[in-house]
């Protein structure tokens, strides 16, 4: 893999800039030169799949910034002025976050576009130099945890991977468990409200039955979905990659949560800031930020 890598974190994952900025830092603990990108601009076009024409064009688009993108990131590397000759370099690799959007380059996007470039998960990656993260994480995180696992990401098994990255960390304890509910990450099933409320009852179960403090969560749309729980059970909900970089000593602030937790309507507002607001636009934040806010876990 080349030392330069595009990190592609999706579009549902901007609601937690510290997840995007966390995972930045530990990829770049590992060695790796990162050109962060993600949003409506590079979309993988999953919620398009119902107009294959639309899902089309957004995936000619992202795949042609792609091929682009990764090809000057090597060319753009300062000469080398040891080498000799100029061989032919790989473009650099892209390394996703999202499960989704991983799951669409590899079942729908490659059959319609002609990707220049190698992708590996981040879970993969970090995995793989995980002897160089582990030098990094020396400040101990004294927490009981339990990981809220599903098994539908079928691509890429990343439970054991991100089970393996929390045994590194200094004063963790990671309580092993083999429960791992439906779908890849909470938000598909969202379609079907039992089923998640069933996923969320049996969150808080196994979190008592671990006597843990601390519920990690693997993706971006579990922790929005549990992170409100701590309003109403005894433990935490913490994403992996706060912990990791909590044992660098950055700790992040999971802004997101410390909305869902105000607990009304006025500190919500508060939280987020009348200069947020204004750039969101009030009429959006009321109707549509704040009512995802304020609606607890159902469980």
């Known amino acids: 893999m080349s030392d ?3 990190f592609w974190y999706g579009c ?3 609601r937690h800039g510290d997840i995007i900025h966390g995972s930045i830092e530990i990829l770049r603990a590992i060695g790796l030169e990162v050109a962060p990108v993600g949003g409506p ?3 993988c076009g999953t919620s398009k799949d119902a107009n294959l024409r639309a899902a089309d064009g957004m995936a000619q688009r992202t795949v042609g910034k792609f091929n682009d993108l990764t090809l000057r990131l090597v060319e753009d590397r300062p000469a080398d002025p040891a ?3 100029s061989p032919a370099v790989a473009p650099a690799s892209v390394v996703t976050w999202c499960p989704s959007c991983h799951r669409h380059m590899n079942q729908f996007m490659e059959g319609y576009t002609d990707p220049q470039f190698p992708m590996s998960h981040f879970t993969q990656v970090v995995h793989a130099a995980r002897e160089r993260l582990r030098e ?3 400040h101990p995180v004294n927490r009981r945890v339990v990981l809220h696992r599903h098994f539908g990401f079928r691509e890429v098994d990343v439970n054991p991977l991100v089970e393996d990255l929390l045994r590194l960390v200094p004063g963790l304890e990671l309580v092993d ?4 509910v439906p779908g890849h990450m909470c938000s598909a099933l969202a379609s079907v409200p039992a089923a998640l409320k069933d996923v969320t009852r049996g969150v808080c179960d196994l979190a008592r039955e671990a006597r843990a403090d601390t519920v990690v969560t693997v993706f971006h749309s579990c922790q929005r979905m549990l992170c409100a729980l701590e309003a109403s059970e ?3 909900v913490v994403n992996y990659v706060s912990l990791l970089c909590e044992a660098m000593g950055l700790p992040l602030q999971d802004e997101y949560k410390a909305w869902k937790l105000a607990g009304s309507e006025a500190a919500v507002l508060e939280c987020i800031g009348a200069e947020r607001v204004a750039q969101l636009g009030e009429t959006f934040v009321r109707e ?3 009512p995802e806010l304020l609606r607890p876990p159902q469980k």
């Open 177 to 180: 468990s083999d429960v791992a």
């Open 4 to 6: 330069r890598v595009v």
């Open 41 to 43: 601009g590079y979309c």
């Open 234 to 236: 005894p433990f935490a």
């Open 12 to 14: 549902n994952v901007v």
């Open 83 to 85: 080498a000799t000759g």
């Open 136 to 138: 990094r994480l020396v």
């Open 288 to 290: 549509q930020l704040v």
